[in-house]
T-cell receptor
Framework: AQTVTQSQPEMSVQEAETVTLSCTYD???????LFWYKQPPSRQMILVIR??????QNATENRFSVNFQKAAKSFSLKISDSQLGDAAMYFC?????????????FGKGTKLSVKP | GAVVSQHPSWVICKSGTSVKIECRSL??????MFWYRQFPKQSLMLMAT?????????EQGVEKDKFLINHASLTLSTLTVTSAHPEDSSFYIC???????????FGNGTRLTVT
């Protein structure tokens, strides 16, 4: 079974600075998808960024980028120029490309605080 | 705009009563919906997979007789918490199963409080 591990329960960053959230996963599959979701206090799940495992190029989305290391099974999220609105829970998630399930497997999350 | 509509957003019920939560896809036909539960300060855990026109698939440890799932149409899946108890108080959130390469779209979730 696949697992996702986020080793940082909480992180803090100064406004306008850069922060990196860690995520590792375990799988025997070669084809899969990885996601970072943001969950603000409203608890709405908001997609931040996604990465296809077959792509070597790291995904970027404005101030958000990932460092995808497939061999190491690592998928970290870098937030540049942090803003107060970035404060939230961040979940790393895995999705198999095989089979008929298609559900997400989540890590335990990292609570990000942004200091003004 | 939202592609998955979930109602109610919050509900308070008395112990022993049943509560129904609806999850409706707005932009497409969803043959499969996922139901997750999130306890305070914890991650989302998959409870069950709802399949249109067939029985739901439940994860290990989830009581299918307590959490009734109905997916009678391509746009609507419902989760009914039967004979609710305080330990069922949680945040329930649904998501659609789109193409595998697409991100899952989530409903806004339902905060259930059982008194």
């Amino acid at each position: 079974a696949q697992t996702v591990t986020q080793s940082q329960p909480e992180m803090s960053v100064q406004e306008a600075e850069t922060v990196t959230l860690s995520c590792t996963y375990d799988t025997s599959e070669s084809d899969y998808y990885l996601f970072w979701y943001k969950q603000p206090p409203s608890r709405q799940m908001i997609l931040v960024i996604r990465q296809e495992a077959y792509k070597q190029q790291n995904a970027t989305e404005n101030r958000f980028s990932v460092n995808f290391q497939k061999a190491a099974k690592s998928f970290s999220l870098k937030i540049s120029d942090s803003q107060l609105g970035d404060a939230a829970m961040y979940f790393c998630a895995y999705r198999s490309a095989a089979g008929s399930q298609g559900n997400l497997i989540f890590g335990k999350g990292t609570k990000l605080s942004v200091k003004p | 705009g939202a592609v998955v509509s979930q109602h109610p957003s919050w509900v308070i019920c008395k112990s022993g009563t049943s509560v129904k939560i609806e999850c409706r896809s707005l932009d497409f036909q969803a043959t499969t919906m996922f139901w997750y539960r999130q306890f305070p300060k914890q991650s989302l855990m998959l409870m069950a997979t709802s399949n249109e026109g067939s029985k739901a698939t439940y994860e290990q440890g989830v009581e299918k007789d307590k959490f009734l799932i109905n997916h009678a149409s391509l746009t609507l899946s419902t989760l009914t918490v039967t004979s609710a108890h305080p330990e069922d108080s949680s945040f329930y959130i649904c998501s659609e199963r789109s193409g595998l390469s697409s991100p899952l779209h989530f409903g806004n979730g339902t905060r259930l409080t059982v008194t």
